[in-house]
């Protein structure tokens, strides 16, 4: 009999503008339905929006079209009296909490299930990274530091997507705690035909798909085109999380040089992302840290090369001509970076797009990944 899990995510599909997340738990239900049987538990509005979804039936249980069960909460009922009447009376093996912060989908189910004696995994999704830490850090040490000296933690299970992430759980609760490592599985897709795009020598199209906050780092890309030169165009896709990094990020625009041509074109949904990705040339998005990446991925697939840091797992792209990762702290490499693109011709860009699309490729086709999620959820 298959064992029973359920998962706590802020936001789960039909959604799609938290990015990550959302994908990383419906990659992990997808791949892994004929081994485990998943229900979802979520909020019935996506990220920053305010009006439910359509076609779902809040407070109660729904099956999606594509077989996934999900339970979605109204803000009207997502309360602990609410939480703790689904949990006594769902069976289940194994809780999965996709999110480190999260009160209600995270710290709320962590106090109820402490007293049920459950095994609970915590998926921390890349927020353990300094460069995530550091962002509102006065609000999120001392909850780390109240949650590691508490006893909810004491008998759960991490799930690390990286092994450097193995090291930033290790940093935050101690290396004693129980960690297993197992990549996020990427979005289940056959893989298109290659399509070459057309790149003159002189000039590149740059894409951003990711939302608009300070971990995306938008600003730092925007400054990087400031000293380019030839003809450039970026477009820039996702929700506006912070507004006032985005005034920052418009006031920029303002100042950058005739040649740049950028502009922010709002949130995408999964299913138009494949045809952002064939207009372009690179992907730039020098984040400050991903635990994943799943766009950084997805668009090497499309042979689209990423210009990225090196707060990633994806490293060393450079060496087989498949992008850059590059550390923040060294302007002057990714201004290099950018313009060594500018300058590349058809045929050399035509090469770096077939080896980023190869290296993703290598990626997706390796048995051990499934592997690996799968035994996350053995004891």
């Known amino acids: 009999m298959k064992k029973k899990i ?108 402490a007293k049920m004696n459950k095994e609970v995994i915590i998926a921390p999704r890349g927020m353990l990274a300094p460069s995530a830490i550091a962002i509102k850090s006065w609000k999120k040490k001392p909850f780390l530091l109240w949650l590691k000296n508490s006893n909810l933690i004491k008998d759960i299970t991490f799930h690390a997507a990286s092994l450097q ?14 960690v297993k490592l197992a990549p996020n599985l990427p979005h289940k897709m056959e893989a298109a035909p290659f399509i070459p795009r057309k ?9 951003s798909i990711a939302r608009v906050s300070p971990e995306k780092n938008l600003l730092y890309a925007l400054e990087l085109l400031q000293r380019i030169k030839g003809k450039v165009k970026f477009n820039i896709y996702g929700p506006v999380y912070d507004y006032a990094y985005w005034e ?22 999964k299913e138009d992302t494949p045809a952002c990705f064939k207009n372009a040339h690179f992907l730039l998005m020098p984040t400050r840290g991903e635990n994943f ?33 590059l550390p923040l702290d060294n302007k002057a490499a990714f201004i290099s970076a950018v313009q060594k693109t500018v300058e590349m011709d ?6 770096w797009s077939e080896n980023a699309r190869q290296f993703a490729l290598n990626f997706i086709n390796n048995p051990d990944l499934l592997q690996q999620s799968i035994e996350l959820f053995r004891n």
């Open 248 to 269: 920052k990020c418009k006031a920029l625009l303002n100042k950058l040089p005739d040649n740049a041509e950028v502009n922010y074109l709002g949130p995408v949904a």
């Open 199 to 207: 790149k003159e020598q002189g000039e590149v199209r740059f894409l």
């Open 293 to 325: 990446g799943h766009t950084i991925l997805e668009a090497m697939m499309y042979g689209c090369p990423a210009i990225i840091s090196d707060q990633t797992p994806w490293v060393k792209l450079e060496e087989v001509k498949a992008g850059f990762d």
């Open 346 to 351: 058809s045929d050399e860009y035509k090469a």
């Open 6 to 113: 359920l998962l706590f995510s802020d936001w789960f599909y039909p959604g799609f503008m938290a990015g990550g997340p959302i994908q990383s738990s419906f990659n992990l239900i997808t791949h892994l339905k004929n081994y485990y049987d998943f229900s979802v538990v979520t909020r019935d509005t996506d990220y920053t929006d305010a009006v439910p979804y359509n076609n779902i039936k809040s407070d109660e249980w729904n099956t999606l079209p594509n077989g996934m069960r999900v339970y979605y909460f109204s803000q009207r009922k997502l309360n602990i009296t609410n939480m703790r009447r689904l949990i006594k009376t769902e069976e289940f093996d194994i809780a999965y909490l996709n999110s480190m912060y999260s009160p209600r989908f995270t710290v709320m189910p962590l106090y109820l299930l």
């Open 165 to 178: 992430e193995t090291k930033h759980i290790a940093n935050a609760f101690g290396d004693t705690i129980t």
